[in-house]
């Protein structure tokens, strides 16, 4: 439930004050695109864990067609990597190598969804986060999708 302090407009001269909530509850965006269609699938959870991931692996096999098969980039976060995981048969995983999360389309997302709508803002509950993550999550569009996950390197790949 950590706030994030962003500029406001105001008037010249004025010092407008926010108030920066520092409690340490926490409630995470999962989420996925595609970069070429802006399709996404995302939910919201209080916790982050293996059996978590399995989960939303579950929810990305599903949502494609029988005959997509889903690259699923991702950074080697613990619960990424963990013996447990249970990868569907039609997701492959494509690890960044470490400390390169620019390379990463989906942290393009997060970011925009950090500038853009979670500044300045006061959470009541960590149900709060959770449903506060879920409307932003939907505010996205198909479109908006496609210009903030468009990456060379992606390009690059589906031409080879």
């Not at 926010?18 to 695109?33: D, P």
């Not at 929810?59 to 963990?82: F, K, R, T």
């Not at 950090?114 to 479109?143: A, F, K, M």
Request: proline share 4%.
């Amino acid at each position: 439930m950590q706030g994030i302090l962003k500029r406001i407009w105001a008037k010249k001269g004025s010092r407008p004050e926010k108030i920066r909530q520092n409690r340490f509850k926490y409630g995470y965006i999962f989420g996925a695109t595609n970069p070429d269609t802006g399709e996404r699938v995302g939910m919201t959870f209080t916790t982050v864990d293996t059996e978590i991931v399995n989960i939303f692996l579950d929810m990305i096999s599903g949502h494609v067609a029988e005959n997509v098969h889903v690259i699923l980039v991702l950074d080697n976060a613990g619960y990424h990597v963990s013996k447990t995981l249970q990868i569907p048969k039609n997701v492959t995983f494509l690890n960044l190598p470490p400390y390169s999360p620019q390379l990463n389309p989906i942290e393009r997302v997060w970011s925009y969804i950090r500038s853009h709508y979670l500044g300045n803002l006061i959470y009541e509950s960590v149900d709060h986060i959770l449903e506060v993550g879920c409307e932003v999550w939907n505010y996205l569009t198909e479109s908006l999708v496609k210009s903030i996950c468009s990456t060379s390197w992606l390009k690059e790949i589906q031409a080879l």
